[in-house]
């Protein structure tokens, strides 16, 4: 006799810590990325990093049978566009001048994180495309019902993209700059991709730092000191204050601390020393590793000493990379400069649905041809990259 299959029941939850972390790690930790973990999520909302207050209300949708767990997606409701470095503020202007309220709009991503890898988290054995189904209807009844303008999600996971296009989400390309590893046995073999004229640069950049008299070191999970989750947050907090409003400091000091209790296994920090004081770094960059994968974050110094940002945000990530395998790295949000230093142009995508018919009618033309143009850009930057002419073809799909 075949057991019947429970019916599913939607939950919609304010906070993370309403799911048994079990349950939804069971559905994050598959995942290629770390940014969708019950630690990371719930860090960021327990701190008060982000909450309702400082526009990120969490409206997580979940799926459940009996009290088990089969998908979620985490969700916010956004008050406005910042933290998302997907820039829809013209969106948001256009809706105001035609006398439509665009926030607060449903926005699906790891929160103020630039990085690709969203998608719903469905459990193993279930049949994602019905599921995925289920959540969508979810989300169109919920926009229905409380009047959201639209639902983006953004940084989508490219082998899930093709599956929400099915349900009618429209697809916005854009770019980060991502390194590949091309099967580089050692920094060496790296430099050795570049153009002898490059190549040159990037040895005087890292003999600038030696000069200097900074030892620049690699610490990893464990061997992490609890009190440098705490000076990351300052080094954090002042390079953000430098730049006053746009200086996007999203995270508070609670959230870097509590990261030392139940996250530093994803944690990289490189530190730099001076040499005639060792005990303190004088700067440091964050970094988060899973699998093949790693992630560049948070930078920031007390005393500016040439080239040091490269060689703590590129040069000696790249290097701790090659050395265990890691076969990507995401250094983090803007920058042309990264594709001198072998990062490549990369394609990723957001993906929108407009619930408001003169917005969709004005918006999913416009997205077409904005994709083109950007597709253009992506291939006129690849065009200046300093390698060698024997590197082999890249595959800038990340």
């Not at 959201?148 to 940084?155: A, D, R, T």
């Not at 992506?378 to 990259?385: E, T």
């Amino acid at each position: 006799m075949v057991e019947p299959i429970a019916p599913l029941s939607v939950r919609w939850l304010d906070q993370i810590a309403n799911v048994p972390q079990q349950q939804w790690d069971a559905l994050a930790q598959p995942l290629k990325t770390p940014f969708f973990e019950w630690d990371w999520l719930h860090n960021m909302e327990a701190s008060g990093s982000i909450t309702a207050k400082s526009g990120w209300l969490p409206n997580h949708l979940t799926l459940w049978r009996d009290r088990e767990l089969v998908a979620a997606a985490p969700l916010y409701l956004k008050g406005h566009s910042y933290g998302e470095f997907v820039f829809d503020h013209q969106w948001a202007d256009l809706a105001h001048r035609l006398g439509i309220d665009y926030y607060p709009k449903l926005l699906g991503m790891s929160p103020v994180t630039p990085a690709t890898g969203y998608r719903f988290l469905i459990a193993p054995g279930e049949d994602e495309e019905h599921l995925t189904g289920v959540m969508v209807n979810a989300i169109d009844r919920f926009c229905d019902r409380h009047q959201i303008s639209c639902c983006n999600f953004l940084y989508v996971d490219p082998d899930w993209r093709p599956t929400l296009e099915k349900f009618g989400f429209t697809p916005w390309l854009h770019h980060s700059y991502i390194w590949q590893n091309h099967g580089f046995s050692s920094f060496d073999d790296y430099l050795q991709a570049f153009n002898a004229n490059q190549r040159r640069n990037i040895k005087r950049e890292r003999k600038a730092v030696r000069k200097a008299g900074i030892e620049v070191k690699t610490l990893h999970g464990d061997d992490i000191p609890h009190v440098l989750f705490s000076r990351m947050y300052r080094f954090y907090s002042d390079h953000c204050d430098r730049f006053g409003w746009w200086g996007s400091k999203y995270l508070n000091k609670p959230f870097f601390e509590q990261l030392y209790h139940n996250f530093r296994h994803r944690v990289l920090l490189v530190a730099a020393y001076d040499e005639n004081d060792p005990r303190d770094p004088i700067a440091m960059s964050f970094c988060l590793t899973k699998g093949d994968r790693l992630y560049g974050r948070y930078w920031g110094c007390d005393r500016e000493i040439d080239c040091l940002h490269f060689d703590a945000c590129y040069y000696t990530p790249i290097a701790w990379a090659i050395d265990r395998g890691i076969q990507s790295f995401d250094p983090g949000a803007g920058g042309q400069h990264k594709k001198r230093r072998g990062f490549p142009a990369t394609g990723n995508h957001s993906l929108h649905r407009f619930y408001n018919h003169r917005l969709d009618h004005i918006l999913r033309p416009y997205l077409k041809e904005v994709n083109a143009m950007e597709q253009m850009q992506i291939d006129a930057i690849n065009q200046g990259l300093p390698w060698k002419k024997t590197m082999p073809e890249v595959n800038y799909r990340y």
